[in-house]
């Protein structure tokens, strides 16, 4: 590390602007942070990789003020089938409710949501996006980063190689924090030495992305994600919007790539499908896909996400989804930490909680790709036995056809910013469902947009508020901190005067300041408290990413409280104010945070 002074032009460093790197510039800009984005090609690869996203994601799309705009081109709420051989469907995964306030599955076309995520960018100008930079290397120390960059022409994704001339000129640039969101072969990663481990399937697919011709709407026949559990040929054919569609074959055999991707044998394989003369190729690619992780996410205060931190398989669609959840899991903790709110030590909780969760996920695409690709016939047969019994039993057939086998939004013990859960039943360290709400001016509303992106307390049936003294409220106040009361539909106070001991004149009862009360249209949120042991009077503390520290009754928040501030590595009075920059870490700042109960 080199000796440097503290003089950054901008806070964070986001490299890559893929769906990760994009989506945390979103998130970053809209806290107010000086965000530089480098992204090397001078223009979007322009063809699909990503083809789904779940309701988890488009919560999180929701929380960077993007979630309708990416919506609307996206094909919501399709069935997930598993189809035989002769057509007939062994089974489909179906769910109507909205635990996250978003259907369970949205199918999209990548380059329409890059685009849009990109050109709503302009919402801040203090987001500086620059195309065709390429990072050279980087210097870090105990302050900060020195990044070194220049013009490039890009690689076209790795259609071309890159330049080998020297470049002309060569730019500095000073930041606080970089966060590598450059792909599966990250140049950060390499330059910090930090390997991937896992394992790499050879079994190669072609991937054939096609889209109807002016005129034609030829795929009606196809309105779902199918996946075809053919021994003879597993297929994977996924609707896309605006006459996009995609295949995806097994290469079977010793069939070579050169075989694979002949115009007759993609011709042939289609025509299983559709008519080929209505549609135009826009690619034709054979691939082989990884199970990998890094080794490590952090080095000082370099950090890595999506595709440089992880490589996840296709086939439970949870690539781009799991860089989605780095993004919303590191952007809070990077504003705390840049604007003095919490200890730059908090920036290890990233990947204590990230990494579990994303190695179930590429778990879970694993068995998933063993599923529907079983090249044995007899092996197939008892699969699919067994798949009919499953669906057949009631509880059973319910955990799969509602894809509740899907990795849970919940932290590991032990692993997360949190107090530690007593119980299966606790909801420390697990996301909190999002429902419909009412608020008192009668309208409706998605929770999220009433929490907001800072801390919360919800009170159930109360004032959060209660038996909190003024220094912890001063705390919570400099932290941006939503008080919240949460009320069943139609049980809201209506009183008009306020309880008054015996003989006391009577006073109106009057809502207290900064009090939002709100009632949960379908009772989810409050169910879920409840399974906890939650009563009235029972207080949640809420992270920014709508995790929850803590669930205490009104005697044991203000413990509740203190244990935040310590895991903060602040205290009231002490931490910074909201809006403030964050200086070098005072002498032994990196070990003050820790996780509570760790």
């Given at each position: 590390m080199s000796a440097t002074t503290n003089n950054t032009e901008y806070d964070v460093a986001v490299i890559g602007l893929g769906p990760t790197g994009l989506t945390l510039c979103h998130f970053l800009g809209r806290r107010g942070l000086r965000v530089l984005a480098l992204e090397r090609e001078p223009e979007f690869y322009g063809l699909a990789r990503a083809v789904y996203t779940d309701d988890e994601c488009m919560r999180i799309f929701q929380g960077a003020g993007v979630g309708d705009e990416l919506a609307a081109d996206m094909i919501q709420d399709s069935p997930v089938q598993w189809v035989l051989e002769d057509g007939s469907v062994l089974g489909q995964l179906i769910r109507l409710d909205r635990p996250n306030g978003w259907p369970m599955s949205s199918f999209l076309y990548q380059p329409y949501l890059e685009n849009k995520l990109e050109d709503l960018l302009v919402r801040y100008p203090n987001v500086t996006k620059r195309r065709a930079r390429e990072l050279l290397s980087f210097a870090q120390d105990e302050s900060g980063v020195t990044l070194s960059h220049a013009a490039s022409r890009g690689v076209r994704y790795g259609q071309i190689e890159a330049a080998k001339a020297k470049p002309e000129k060569v730019e500095e640039t000073r930041v606080s924090w970089l966060v590598a969101c450059d792909g599966g072969r990250s140049s950060v990663r390499t330059q910090l030495g930090i390997k991937m481990v896992?394992?790499?399937?050879?079994?190669?697919?072609?991937?054939?992305?096609?889209?109807?011709?002016?005129?034609?709407?030829?795929?009606?026949?196809?309105?779902?994600?199918?996946?075809?559990?053919?021994?003879?040929?597993?297929?994977?054919?996924?609707?896309?919007?605006?006459?996009?569609?995609?295949?995806?074959?097994?290469?079977?055999?010793?069939?070579?790539?050169?075989?694979?991707?002949?115009?007759?044998?993609?011709?042939?394989?289609?025509?299983?499908?559709?008519?080929?003369?209505?549609?135009?190729?826009?690619?034709?690619?054979?691939?082989?896909?990884?199970?990998?992780?890094?080794?490590?996410?952090?080095?000082?205060?370099?950090?890595?996400?999506?595709?440089?931190?992880?490589?996840?398989?296709?086939?439970?669609?949870?690539?781009?989804?799991?860089?989605?959840?780095?993004?919303?899991?590191?952007?809070?903790?990077?504003?705390?930490?840049?604007?003095?709110?919490?200890?730059?030590?908090?920036?290890?909780?990233?990947?204590?909680?990230?990494?579990?969760?994303?190695?179930?996920?590429?778990?879970?695409?694993?068995?998933?790709?063993?599923?529907?690709?079983?090249?044995?016939?007899?092996?197939?047969?008892?699969?699919?036995?067994?798949?009919?019994?499953?669906?057949?039993?009631?509880?059973?057939?319910?955990?799969?056809?509602?894809?509740?086998?899907?990795?849970?939004?919940?932290?590991?013990?032990?692993?997360?910013?949190?107090?530690?859960?007593?119980?299966?039943?606790?909801?420390?360290?697990?996301?909190?469902?999002?429902?419909?709400?009412?608020?008192?001016?009668?309208?409706?509303?998605?929770?999220?947009?009433?929490?907001?992106?800072?801390?919360?307390?919800?009170?159930?049936?109360?004032?959060?508020?209660?038996?909190?003294?003024?220094?912890?409220?001063?705390?919570?106040?400099?932290?941006?901190?939503?008080?919240?009361?949460?009320?069943?539909?139609?049980?809201?106070?209506?009183?008009?005067y306020a309880t008054s001991p015996k003989g006391s004149p009577r006073v109106l009862r009057e809502c207290p300041e900064k009090l939002i009360e709100m009632e949960d249209f379908t009772g989810t949120a409050l169910r879920w408290f409840r399974s906890a042991g939650a009563r009235d009077g029972h207080v949640a503390i809420m992270r920014p990413d709508k995790f929850v520290y803590a669930l205490a009754p009104a005697a044991g928040v203000k413990d509740a409280v203190a244990t935040l501030f310590e895991a903060l590595g602040a205290t009231p009075g002490r931490q910074g104010s909201h809006a403030a920059r964050s200086a070098a870490p005072a002498p032994g700042e990196e070990t003050r945070w820790r996780l509570v109960g760790s």
């Open positions: 896992g394992r790499s399937f050879p079994e190669p697919w072609l991937v054939v992305d096609i889209k109807e011709k002016p005129g034609e709407h030829c795929l009606r026949h196809m309105p779902y994600f199918n996946f075809y559990c053919d021994p003879k040929q597993p297929t994977v054919s996924c609707p896309q919007p605006n006459g996009h569609h995609r295949f995806e074959f097994q290469v079977m055999g010793d069939t070579t790539r050169e075989q694979m991707e002949d115009p007759a044998n993609i011709r042939r394989l289609l025509s299983r499908h559709v008519d080929p003369d209505k549609f135009e190729i826009l690619r034709a690619l054979v691939y082989t896909f990884n199970a990998l992780v890094a080794e490590r996410w952090r080095d000082g205060r370099v950090l890595l996400a999506g595709d440089a931190a992880h490589m996840t398989p296709q086939f439970m669609g949870q690539g781009m989804s799991s860089g989605l959840r780095d993004a919303y899991n590191l952007a809070w903790k990077l504003d705390a930490v840049v604007k003095g709110d919490a200890g730059i030590g908090l920036i290890d909780s990233y990947e204590l909680e990230r990494s579990p969760h994303a190695k179930e996920m590429i778990d879970a695409s694993v068995r998933m790709k063993q599923f529907v690709s079983m090249p044995n016939p007899w092996k197939a047969k008892l699969r699919n036995g067994a798949m009919r019994a499953a669906l057949a039993t009631p509880k059973l057939g319910r955990w799969i056809s509602e894809a509740r086998f899907r990795p849970q939004p919940t932290y590991h013990q032990g692993r997360y910013l949190g107090v530690p859960r007593k119980s299966r039943s606790s909801v420390e360290g697990r996301l909190i469902p999002q429902p419909m709400v009412r608020t008192f001016d009668g309208r409706r509303h998605l929770l999220d947009e009433i929490i907001g992106e800072n801390f919360a307390l919800i009170g159930l049936s109360s004032d959060p508020r209660t038996g909190l003294d003024a220094a912890t409220l001063a705390g919570l106040d400099r932290l941006g901190t939503t008080y919240i009361a949460l009320y069943p539909f139609a049980r809201r106070p209506q009183e008009a």
